[in-house]
């Protein structure tokens, strides 16, 4: 990965994978605060940028074998903490709190400095290309579970 693609995808922690973005205008309501429909894009791109960082390029998994892997979430829990602002720097921590059978649970969290914003719980089906349950491949599943929570 180049150290421009490393920027931009955030980085690998201990603990999973941490995304730094800015608020811009487009992201606010306006009162200037986030529109809470907005932190799902900030989850996502922590989601998919973790899996980035892994190696786990979406359109490589699809492509691997016969039946393809696709993640989906299937549910998301949000707790709303604390309202971010316009130009506001956030962090987006990722990490994995299982990764096995068919499927994964993220646990996600947006924080303004050391405040915590927004805390989730991701629960990611694993499904084939056909949208039949399919079980994640021991190889990926050490990827997430060697970046767990």
Known sequence: ?????FLLSGELTDHGHRLVQR???ED???SGVVYHARYLHFLERGRTDYLRCLGCEQSALLAADEEGLVFVVHRMEI???QPARMDDVLTITTATEKAGGAKMVLS?????GDTLLIAAKVVIAVINKHGRPR???ETIADKFLGHGA
Do not use: A
């Open 108 to 112: 996600q969290e947006i924080r303004r």
């Open 135 to 137: 079980r994640l491949p």
């Open 23 to 25: 608020v811009y205008y």
């Open 1 to 5: 990965m180049s150290s421009d693609n």
């Open 28 to 30: 606010t309501d306006f």
């Open 79 to 81: 707790d709303f903490k």
